[in-house]
Every structure is written in structure tokens, then in C-alpha cells.
């Protein structure tokens, strides 16, 4: 079956490190994107790709970076420098059109320790 | 501006009775899509429904209907006979051809079914 898989389900980070989040999709959609949500609150964009080998900052892209070598993957790296990477990360995929909607991945719960 | 606004932070039903979640949503473009996905406690995004900019009927999917307003801007998500399994947050969308099809979210509304 087609469809998102982020991993890992649950996932602890010591401060200063840096911790890499997996997105892998084989609904073979152009574009990819990443979310962050906070408890309680509704889904702020961080990252998105439309093609391979690019990538665009969405609206709270600092202390995070991504790569998109491959069209299925679309990974996200949780830096050092991100101050409060506490919270719920949502991978989604789409066509690349006005009417079709995201499919999203089961999320990655990030806990600082 | 907000693009989308859910003005309900939390929402109670009582099981088997109708429920309607409010999203309002600001756009200028011709061209757009209308969205609502469920959201369990588990987390995991779930889509219900779509509603194009240029659709003439509101949208209907099992239980979930669209209360499109097209002049109000207004795209109400309606659950009829609600069941405990409704008991989730719910966000409403939008995509608009003129901004890249970035997807933008509203707040949220956690629906809690009374038994």
C-alpha cells in the first residue's frame, strides 16, 4: 500500500544534539513538507520541497534544515540551535495541485531530555 | 490576515446528535480547496472531506457534510449522529493555486462526544 512512513514513532534528544527526522513516501508525489505542532495547537510549516534537489523555508524554519536528494525521501534535521524542539512533527506528501490534498505520515513525538 | 479561522477551541456533543465546526477562510484567489482532517489522540492527520472553490454542491462523505458559503467565506464541517470515535481535534484547510498550493491551517477544534 501506498502511503507516508516517518520514523521514528517517538524519539529523545540531549540538549546541543542534533537529531534527524526519517520521512520516506512511495506515493510518488512531487512535493513534500514538513509541520511542527505544539500541544494544543494547530500545524505551523517548517520546511517544504516541491522538487528534488529543492527546498523552501516555511514560516519557523530556524534551528532546522532538510535535504531532498531523492524524491521519496524528504528527511528533517532538528539542530543544535532549535531553542524548543519539543513537540510533534507531521510529515505530508501531495500532487502538486490546487485540488488534492496532503497525505501525512503517523508523526515523530521529539522530547528533549 | 489569518487564512483560516476556527473561532471553537473545544466543542461537546452528545452521542448521536448533529455537531457543526466552524472555519471561516480569507482568500482573494478564484482558484482554491477546501479541507477538513481529523486528528485522534494518537495523532495521526485523518481526511474527511474536500470542498472545491468552483464546486456547486457542498460536499458529503458518510456522516461528514460541507456547509460551503461561498459569499460568507465560511466552509463548516457538519457530523451528523456523532459517535464517541468523533472525539478528536478537527482542522479546516485551505489551498489557493495563486500562493504555490501551500496549505494553510486553522487552530483547531477538539470535539468531545458525551455519552
Known amino acids: 500500500d501506498g502511503g507516508i512512513t516517518q520514523s521514528p514513532k517517538y524519539l529523545f534528544r540531549k540538549e546541543g544534539q542534533n537529531v534527524t527526522l526519517s520521512c520516506e513516501q512511495n506515493?510518488?508525489?512531487?512535493?513534500m513538507y514538513w509541520y511542527r505542532q505544539d500541544p494544543g495547537q494547530g500545524l505551523r510549516l517548517i520546511y517544504y520541497?516541491?522538487?528534488?534537489?529543492?527546498?523552501q523555508k516555511g514560516d519557523i524554519a530556524e534551528g532546522y534544515s532538510v535535504s531532498r536528494e531523492k524524491k521519496e525521501s524528504f528527511p528533517l534535521t532538528v539542530t543544535s540551535a532549535q531553542k524548543n524542539p519539543t513537540a510533534f512533527y507531521l510529515c505530508?506528501?501531495?500532487?502538486?495541485?490546487?485540488?488534492?490534498?496532503?497525505?501525512f505520515g503517523s508523526g515523530t513525538r521529539l522530547t528533549v531530555v | 490576515a489569518q487564512k483560516i479561522t476556527q473561532t471553537q477551541p473545544g466543542m461537546f456533543v452528545q452521542e448521536k446528535e448533529a455537531v457543526t465546526l466552524d472555519c471561516t477562510y480569507d482568500?482573494?484567489?478564484?482558484?482554491?480547496?477546501l479541507f477538513w482532517y481529523k486528528q485522534p489522540s494518537s495523532g495521526e492527520m485523518i481526511f474527511l472531506i474536500y470542498?472545491?472553490?468552483?464546486?456547486?454542491q457542498n460536499a458529503t462523505e458518510g456522516r461528514y457534510s460541507l456547509n460551503f458559503q461561498k459569499a460568507r467565506k465560511s466552509a463548516n464541517l457538519v457530523i451528523s449522529a456523532s459517535q464517541l470515535g468523533d472525539s478528536a481535534m478537527y482542522f479546516c484547510a485551505m489551498r489557493e493555486l495563486s500562493t504555490g498550493n501551500q496549505f494553510y491551517f486553522g487552530t483547531g477544534t477538539s470535539l468531545t462526544v458525551i455519552p
Open positions: 482568500t482573494s484567489d478564484p482558484s482554491y480547496g
Open positions: 520541497s516541491q522538487i528534488v534537489n529543492d527546498f
Open positions: 470542498q472545491g472553490s468552483y464546486d456547486q
Open positions: 505530508a506528501s501531495s500532487i502538486d495541485q490546487t485540488f488534492y490534498g496532503y497525505t
Open positions: 506515493l510518488n508525489h512531487d512535493a
